[in-house]
C-alpha cells in the first residue's frame, strides 16, 4: 500500500494547488468552497480503502466539484501520444507575458484578447483583483486599463467578459450568507470603471452582447440587462440553463458533482441540441461542437450529436474545471506514475479539429503534480494556456505526511496564446 498512500498524501495537497497560479476565478467559489471540501475529503477516504490490482486511483479538483473529473482507475504505464512542445508545433502562438507588475503586484493571465494581447488581472490583495491590465506581445509592453472598485467590505470582483467594446465583470460578498452580485464594465481600450447594476442572486457566468449584460444563475436560467443599467430580465426558455459562451448556454443532467451537459443551446436562434452521451460517461462538459468527458477510466470527446467520439490514451485526464478551450481545443492533465521519469509534460492540449497534440510545460522529476493555468478567471472558456516554465517542484516530508512545494520562478509566464494559432 505504500503506493497507494503516496498518492493519497501527494492528492491532498494537488486538491489545494489544482490552479493555484490562476487565483482569482477560485474567489468566485468561496461560497461552495465547504461544500466541496467535504466532498474531497470523503473520495480521498475512499482512496484509502480501496486497493486496485495493477493499479492506482487518482481524484484530482477543479474549479467547482460539479466540473471535476472522477476517481478513475489508472495503469501502471499508462501510453501517452507522442506530441510535440507548443513552442515548436506554434511558435507564433508563444509568448512571454511577466508575472509581476511595475508596481510589484501579481499579474494573473485571464484571456487572449487577439493574436497580440493578453488580459490580465493584477492583485490589489490575495486572490483579489484590483487593476486592469493588457500585454502586447508585439511590442513587449504591458499598458493600465485601469482600476476595478471594490464597493463593500469583504467584496471580491468574480469573472471576466471580453466584448468588442467594453470588458465585463461581476463581483460578489461570498463570505455573506446572503446572494449578491453587481455588474461592472470598462472600456476595452481603456478608462473608468462603470456600474451597471446589482441583482441579490449567486450569479456564475458572465458574457457581453451587443449593447447588453447577460448571466446565469447558480440554479440555472439566463438573465439580460442593459449596459445603460435597468431591469433584470430573464429570458424565456432557459431554465435550467448555464452559459458557457454567448450565445451557447448548457443544461445539466442532474445536481450532483459529475453531472453530465444534457442540452446545448443557442441562446441567440433558440436552436436546441441534445447531448448524445454513452452510458456511464460522466463530467461531460460541452460548448457549441464539442464535448470532453470520462468513460470507463478513459477521457473522451465527441461531436454533440456523438459522431466523431474518440477515446484517449489512459494517461490523460480533463484539466479540473474548465477543459474546453477557445472554441476548438481541450486541455488534458498527464498522469505518469514513474515520478522519477523526465520530459513528462505537466498537459497535453488537443485541437479537437486537426487531432495534433501539443506539449505543455514538464513536470519536475520526483513529484506527480504540476501547475497549468487555463484562464479561470474568464467567463467563456479561455484562449490562453499558462505556466512558469522557471518554477519546479519537490516534495518535502516531515512529521508523517508530505506536502508538494515550489521553488524558482514567479517572474514571467509562459503563455500559449490560442487566438494567434493560426488556422
Not at 447577460?214 to 430573464?234: D, F, N, T
Not at 472558456?381 to 508523517?400: H, I, K, L, M, R
Request: hydrophobic fraction near 40%; aromatic fraction near 6%.
Amino acid at each position: 500500500m505504500s503506493d497507494e498512500q503516496d498518492l493519497i498524501r501527494t492528492l491532498r495537497t494537488a486538491a489545494g494547488q489544482v490552479e493555484r497560479r490562476d487565483l482569482v476565478g477560485g474567489v468566485a467559489r468561496r461560497r461552495r468552497a465547504r461544500r466541496t471540501r467535504q466532498r474531497v475529503r470523503v473520495l480521498l477516504a475512499a482512496v484509502a480503502v480501496v486497493v486496485i490490482a495493477g493499479g492506482t486511483t487518482a481524484i484530482l479538483s477543479g474549479e467547482d466539484g460539479r466540473d471535476a473529473p472522477p476517481a478513475v482507475q489508472i495503469t501502471p504505464s499508462p501510453s501517452l501520444p507522442a506530441a510535440r512542445p507548443a513552442v515548436e508545433l506554434w511558435p507564433e502562438a508563444v509568448v512571454k507575458v511577466p508575472a509581476k507588475g511595475s508596481d510589484g503586484r501579481t499579474l494573473r493571465v485571464v484571456t487572449g484578447l487577439s493574436a497580440t494581447e493578453v488580459l490580465l488581472v493584477s492583485e490589489s490583495a490575495f486572490e483579489k483583483a484590483g487593476r486592469l491590465e493588457v500585454h502586447d506581445s508585439a511590442s513587449g509592453t504591458t499598458r493600465v486599463l485601469g482600476d476595478i472598485p471594490s464597493p463593500r467590505k469583504k467584496y471580491y470582483p468574480q469573472l471576466f467578459a471580453a466584448g468588442r467594446g467594453y470588458i465585463a465583470w461581476f463581483g460578489a460578498t461570498p463570505q455573506d450568507s446572503v446572494p449578491w452580485t453587481d455588474f461592472w464594465v470598462m472600456p476595452a481600450q481603456g478608462g473608468k470603471a462603470r456600474r451597471v447594476g446589482e441583482v441579490d442572486a449567486d450569479v456564475d457566468r458572465i458574457a457581453l452582447t451587443g449593447d447588453s449584460l447577460v448571466w446565469s444563475v447558480k440554479e440555472g436560467g439566463v438573465y439580460r440587462m442593459p449596459l445603460i443599467g435597468g431591469a433584470p430580465e430573464r429570458l424565456p426558455g432557459t431554465d435550467g440553463l448555464h452559459l458557457t459562451a454567448w450565445p451557447w448556454a448548457a443544461g445539466l443532467s442532474d445536481d450532483q458533482p459529475f453531472a453530465n451537459h444534457n442540452r446545448v443551446v443557442n441562446l441567440e436562434t433558440g436552436r436546441s441540441a441534445d447531448v448524445a452521451l454513452p452510458d456511464r460517461a460522466e463530467g461531460v462538459q460541452c460548448d457549441a461542437q464539442w464535448c470532453v468527458g470520462m468513460l470507463d477510466g478513459h477521457a473522451i470527446v465527441q461531436r454533440i450529436d456523438g459522431s466523431e467520439r474518440r477515446t484517449l490514451p489512459q494517461g490523460l485526464r480533463p484539466q479540473p474545471g474548465r477543459t474546453l478551450l477557445g472554441g476548438s481545443y481541450a486541455l488534458f492533465r498527464v498522469y505518469d506514475p514513474d515520478r522519477d521519469k523526465s520530459g513528462v509534460p505537466i498537459a497535453l492540449l488537443y485541437d479537437l479539429t486537426t487531432g495534433a497534440m501539443a506539449r505543455i510545460g514538464e513536470r519536475s522529476v520526483g513529484v506527480l503534480s504540476g501547475n497549468v493555468g487555463s484562464g479561470a478567471s474568464s467567463s467563456a472558456p479561455s484562449t490562453t494556456v499558462f505556466w512558469d516554465a522557471d518554477e519546479t517542484s519537490y516534495e518535502q516530508c516531515a512529521n508523517g505526511g508530505c506536502q508538494v512545494k515550489t521553488r524558482g520562478g514567479g517572474k514571467e509566464y509562459t503563455v500559449l496564446n490560442l487566438a494567434a494559432v493560426p488556422r
